[in-house]
């Protein structure tokens, strides 16, 4: 179990999650060029890590609002304009 003191803390830590697959993946296409296999570097770079790039920057825009937004309230107003 998680348990975060606030909304910020909690997208961090999925932030942080975020990071350490794009590590990964970066390894596992590293690895994949050492094997000379084109198409799962391919496959890794153009699907894989452009989503994790993606999903880095959103995270990012995130944690920015939630900090302006402050906790409480302004947690709740970004909560409800994200659904």
């Known amino acids: 179990d998680y348990e975060w003191s606030s909304a910020p803390d909690a997208t961090k830590a999925a932030l942080d ?3 350490n697959i794009t590590q990964e993946l970066y390894i ?5 060029d050492m094997e000379s296999d084109p198409h799962l570097v391919k496959f890794i770079e153009s699907e ?3 989503e994790q790039v993606t999903g880095i920057r959103d995270l990012r825009e995130l944690i920015a609002r ?3 937004a ?4 302004g947690e709740v107003i ?5 659904n």
């Not at 402050?70 to 309230?73: F, K, Q, W």
């Not at 970004?78 to 994200?82: I, N």
Request: proline fraction near 0%; hydrophobic fraction near 40%; charged fraction near 35%.
């Open 28 to 32: 596992l296409r590293d690895r994949a």
């Open 17 to 19: 999650t975020q990071k």
């Open 78 to 82: 970004v909560d409800k304009e994200l």
């Open 66 to 68: 939630l900090f302006r």
């Open 70 to 73: 402050g906790s409480g309230l």
């Open 48 to 50: 894989l890590l452009t």
